[in-house]
């Protein structure tokens, strides 16, 4: 039997998943919320953020794009740039009083995006600038290398700002940018593997069934300005108590 304790943060995980995913991302921010709230090591919490974040974001990525919400073009320029970022920054462990802070910063930001991209309609399309995107691509992937996001809370907001895709076709661009930028950030720091904890095949399990809940509701039933709204709000919270624990 598995004790309360796992129970417990698995649940918390399966949540955010859920919401996180009904809007294409794969949940990291919410899942080292989760984990630093249950007093998780930081050494614990990055590699096992980026490891529920290939899974999820392989996953929602597929039915995203199956459902024709991908820009290509986008994803490629994108990637160019962000995964040998991503690699590089996978290689930075920081220290938990430095950690923490940011990971708070992290989450304040990524509430408040939440927050304005509610009130956003879609923009005319603009043909991609390839040099900027790649350049968006470096500066995101090195972060979530750092930090252990897949860095789709600072992508998606920027790419609907800039006019590039739909909201509906960023949820697909940003699920599949997640995945590679997870893939590298991971690589980059192997060794922290080491460290992944004996419970992540529950974390696993928990992830998968709400991902499987999130994007069925995302691409077919849910309105995506509640979803974002409840989110806001949740990592505002999480934000300010990391920054004051």
């Known amino acids: 039997m598995f004790e ?3 129970l417990l943060i698995a649940g918390c995980l399966f949540a ?6 009904s809007v294409g991302h794969a949940g ?5 919320a989760v984990m630093t709230l249950f007093d998780l090591p930081p050494l614990v919490i990055k590699p096992t953020a980026l490891t529920l974040n290939i899974f999820v974001s392989s996953y929602t990525s597929f039915r995203y794009i199956k459902s024709n919400f991908f820009n290509r073009t986008l994803f490629l320029f994108l990637s160019i740039g962000s995964v040998p970022a991503a690699y590089i920054g996978g290689h930075i462990n920081l220290p938990s009083h430095i950690y923490k802070p940011i990971i708070g ?3 304040l930001l990524s509430g408040m995006r939440f927050l304005v991209q509610a009130m ?8 991609v600038n390839r040099g900027l995107a790649i350049f968006i691509g470096a500066c995101v992937g090195l972060l979530s290398g750092i930090t252990g996001t897949g860095g789709g809370i600072f992508l998606s907001p920027l ?7 739909s909201v509906k076709q960023a949820s697909g661009t940003v699920a599949a940018f997640i995945f590679v930028n997870s893939t590298a950030g991971l690589l980059g720091n192997l060794q922290s593997t080491s ?9 696993l399990v928990a992830v998968l069934l709400g991902a499987f ?4 509701f995302g691409i077919t039933r849910f309105s995506s300005v509640g979803v974002k709204r409840a989110l806001g709000f949740v990592l505002l919270i999480a934000g300010a108590k990391f920054l004051l624990a």
């Open 213 to 216: 809940i999130g994007t069925r």
């Open 4 to 6: 309360v304790h796992t």
């Open 195 to 203: 460290s992944l904890p004996n419970e992540l095949p529950v974390f």
């Open 28 to 32: 990291a921010s919410a899942y080292i």
């Open 120 to 127: 956003q309609t879609d923009k005319a399309h603009r043909k």
């Open 105 to 107: 910063v992290l989450l």
């Open 159 to 165: 790419i609907i700002w800039l006019g590039w895709v």
């Open 16 to 21: 955010g998943a859920i919401l996180y995913t």
